[in-house]
């Protein structure tokens, strides 16, 4: 495996085009998720390698996306095929795999799933997933019990921000999708 770390971080960036925000973005996901590691007891320096990588290719076209999934014969489902963003977390997560030799599968998983979730997450798929939704929000006040919530119980967390990207994602006239739906119904228990 390469080791990832604050050394080489920015060359991976630049390789895979991460644009200096998503950069940004990405090495705060990486620190909040480790500060969550932390509380919880997770292995920090696999959080901060999932956060540092969990958007390598946020920032490409649809078309280079499309044209990366049809090349690696990646499975996507409908969702992802009609809102190719949504393929950005596979592509990121593969790339680490095949590119970056990344082969620890709570890493993988954890970048894999942190755009829509999935039932049932291991503690650092939900700790990325909660640390990528704090860190886009950090400046928005509405979202503070969110952000107290993370420290106490990561479940209602991911409900909290289920419900928040409900309301987000039917603003913009768009359909939820399947993978969200269920993470969605899972959580909703919490």
């Known amino acids: 495996m390469i080791k990832i770390t604050k050394d080489n971080i920015a060359d991976i960036y630049r390789k895979y085009h991460v644009s200096k925000d998503r950069a940004c973005h990405s090495l705060g996901v990486a620190e ?3 500060k969550l590691a ?10 901060w390698v ?8 946020r920032d490409w ?6 044209e990366y999934v049809s090349k ?25 795999k095949q590119e970056l030799d990344i082969n620890d599968l709570e890493i993988l998983s954890a970048i894999a799933s942190h755009t ?3 039932a049932e997450m291991s503690p650092i798929e939900e700790i990325v997933f909660i640390a990528d939704f704090v860190e886009s929000t950090a400046e928005q006040d509405e979202f503070r019990v969110i952000r107290a ?4 119980s990561r479940g209602h967390t991911i409900n909290l921000i289920n419900g928040e990207m409900t309301k987000y994602i039917e603003s ?3 359909p939820l999708s399947k993978d969200f739906l269920k993470t969605r119904d899972y959580y909703s228990k919490y």
């Open 50 to 57: 999932a956060g540092a990588l969990h958007d390598l290719a």
């Open 149 to 152: 919530q993370m420290l106490v």
């Open 38 to 47: 932390l509380v919880y007891n997770i292995n920090p320096e696999k959080a």
């Open 172 to 174: 913009l006239g768009k």
């Open 72 to 96: 690696h014969k990646l499975a996507t489902t409908d969702d992802e095929t009609q809102d190719n963003i949504l393929s950005h977390a596979k592509i990121a997560a593969h790339i680490c």
């Open 32 to 34: 909040l998720a480790v």
């Open 61 to 66: 076209s649809n078309g280079e996306r499309t």
């Open 116 to 118: 829509t979730g999935r």
